[in-house]
């Protein structure tokens, strides 16, 4: 386990990545009744962009460094709106304090990190949090007993692994399977990274054969995927995603490739309802 978030938090494929889970989430709140999020893949939850770790690969300048001036009409001010919140521009927040700052007090985040000083800088973070939960344990693992949820019939789990192992594409379909069977009307949202193409369309492709209904990949290509040895690009599979969110995705991929200077942004329904 040598990945350490730090050194990205704040590139360009983290804000696709939080800017779309924000608008996820923003659906759960239309409806007074709890929902649960899940997040397998936690990392420390917040980032300073002056650490040692931000200034040595910078990368958070080609990213969140370029996107302050959004006006409150933007389809990114709902989550540049929780950046700020959570201590931007120097601090920038990851998915568990996004979903954090999202909850009611009748809704619930349960958050896993494998690394135990990440671990530790998570659980610290929340503390004072009555309806956020810190496992130190695998998130794959942590499906079967963790879901179905206890507290809420909504929920949405979401998977972002580090991509440091071969085989992980393998492993999500068969966690989505996994969260098909114990909680059917859980919505999934995964990320992956884009350095060349063959393996995201094998990855999509996977995911029709596996006859999973209703997944949507918004893509965010920074420049075209032809260096497989670099972060070309980002993606997020949404299964089960809310009405209206494909269209809130589009909005929201488009403002991005302007302010990120991106080479290309789609959002496709890889298989139908
Ligand atoms: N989701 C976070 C965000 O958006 O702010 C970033 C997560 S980072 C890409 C992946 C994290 O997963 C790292 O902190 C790493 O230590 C952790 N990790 C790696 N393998 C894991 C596993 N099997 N189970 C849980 N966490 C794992």
Same mark, same amino acid.
């Given at each position: 386990m040598n990945y350490r978030h730090a050194f990205h938090a704040g590139n360009?494929?983290?804000?696709?990545?939080? @800017?779309?889970?924000v608008s996820l989430l923003g659906h759960?709140?239309?409806?007074?009744?709890?929902?649960?999020?899940?997040?397998?893949?936690?990392?420390?939850? /917040? &980032?300073?962009?002056?650490?040692? *770790? @931000?200034?040595?690969?910078?990368?958070?300048? *080609?990213?969140i460094g370029l996107l302050a001036e959004e006006g409150p009409d933007s389809p990114l001010a709902p989550w540049l709106?929780?950046?700020?919140? @959570?201590?931007?521009?120097?601090?920038?927040?990851?998915?568990?304090? %996004?979903?954090?700052?999202?909850?009611?007090?009748?809704?619930?985040?349960?958050?896993?990190?494998k690394h135990p000083d990440d671990k530790r800088k998570l659980y610290g973070l929340?503390?004072?949090?009555?309806?956020?939960?810190?496992?130190?344990?695998?998130? &794959?693992?942590?499906? /079967? @007993?963790?879901?179905?949820?206890?507290?809420?019939? /909504?929920?949405?789990?979401?998977?972002?692994?580090?991509?440091?192992?071969?085989?992980?594409?393998? /492993?999500l379909l068969e966690a989505v399977q996994t969260i098909r069977t114990r909680f059917p009307t859980g919505m999934i949202a995964i990320w992956y990274p884009i350095k060349h193409r063959t393996p995201v369309r094998a990855f999509h492709t996977a995911l029709q054969d596996a006859g999973v209904p209703d997944v949507l990949a918004a893509e965010?290509?920074?420049?075209?995927?032809?260096?497989p040895d670099r972060?070309?690009?980002?993606? %997020?599979?949404?299964?089960?995603?809310? &009405?209206g969110f494909a269209e809130q995705a589009s909005a929201q991929l488009a403002r991005l490739k302007t302010l990120l200077h991106a080479e290309d942004v789609t959002v496709t329904q890889i298989t139908a309802e």
């Amino acid at each position: 386990m040598n990945y350490r978030h730090a050194f990205h938090a704040g590139n360009f494929a983290d804000c696709m990545k939080h @800017a779309l889970l924000v608008s996820l989430l923003g659906h759960f709140l239309r409806k007074p009744s709890p929902f649960m999020v899940l997040d397998t893949h936690a990392g420390i939850g /917040r &980032y300073d962009m002056t650490s040692e *770790e @931000a200034g040595k690969t910078q990368e958070w300048k *080609e990213g969140i460094g370029l996107l302050a001036e959004e006006g409150p009409d933007s389809p990114l001010a709902p989550w540049l709106e929780l950046v700020k919140k @959570a201590g931007g521009p120097r601090y920038y927040p990851g998915s568990p304090l %996004l979903a954090s700052l999202m909850l009611r007090p009748q809704d619930e985040l349960i958050c896993c990190e494998k690394h135990p000083d990440d671990k530790r800088k998570l659980y610290g973070l929340f503390t004072r949090t009555p309806n956020v939960f810190v496992h130190e344990r695998d998130g &794959y693992e942590a499906l /079967r @007993a963790l879901l179905p949820p206890k507290t809420a019939k /909504r929920g949405l789990v979401l998977i972002d692994p580090p991509f440091e192992e071969p085989g992980e594409f393998a /492993r999500l379909l068969e966690a989505v399977q996994t969260i098909r069977t114990r909680f059917p009307t859980g919505m999934i949202a995964i990320w992956y990274p884009i350095k060349h193409r063959t393996p995201v369309r094998a990855f999509h492709t996977a995911l029709q054969d596996a006859g999973v209904p209703d997944v949507l990949a918004a893509e965010l290509l920074i420049r075209k995927p032809v260096d497989p040895d670099r972060l070309n690009g980002a993606g %997020l599979v949404v299964i089960k995603p809310p &009405y209206g969110f494909a269209e809130q995705a589009s909005a929201q991929l488009a403002r991005l490739k302007t302010l990120l200077h991106a080479e290309d942004v789609t959002v496709t329904q890889i298989t139908a309802e």
